[in-house]
């Protein structure tokens, strides 16, 4: 029994740290970014859902993300929080 507390202990002491935050991207216009490619250095995370909306997971910070919409490409600096509440971020 010590030994299957201790082994979940050691699991859960070395599982990431990473947190989630979800964030909705909207044109200075007011136009929802449907379907708006996301990058992380240079690599594709996913796209944004209907509503514009994208969830990243990744460890607690800032970050600096490239949104392509409609052709065009926007730098953004997101910082993950693991706050629940939506994030609404303006793009060109």
């Given at each position: 029994?010590?030994?299957?507390?201790?082994?979940?202990?050691?699991?859960?002491?070395?599982?990431?740290t990473?947190?989630?935050?979800?964030?909705?991207?909207?044109?200075?216009?007011?136009?929802?970014a449907?379907?708006?490619?996301?990058?992380?250095?240079?690599?594709?995370?996913?796209?944004?859902?209907?509503?514009?909306?994208i969830?990243?997971?990744?460890?607690?910070?800032?970050?600096?993300?490239?949104?392509?919409?409609?052709?065009?490409?926007?730098?953004?600096?997101?910082?993950?929080?693991?706050?629940?509440?939506?994030?609404?971020?303006?793009?060109?």
């Amino acid at each position: 029994m010590k030994r299957t507390i201790l082994a979940i202990l050691l699991i859960f002491g070395l599982a990431s740290t990473a947190l989630a935050d979800s964030f909705q991207f909207r044109t200075s216009t007011g136009t929802i970014a449907v379907e708006a490619a996301v990058f992380l250095d240079g690599n594709l995370i996913g796209y944004t859902n209907a509503q514009g909306i994208i969830t990243i997971q990744s460890p607690q910070g800032g970050k600096t993300f490239s949104v392509r919409y409609m052709g065009k490409a926007t730098t953004v600096t997101l910082n993950i929080t693991g706050n629940p509440q939506l994030h609404v971020i303006i793009i060109q």
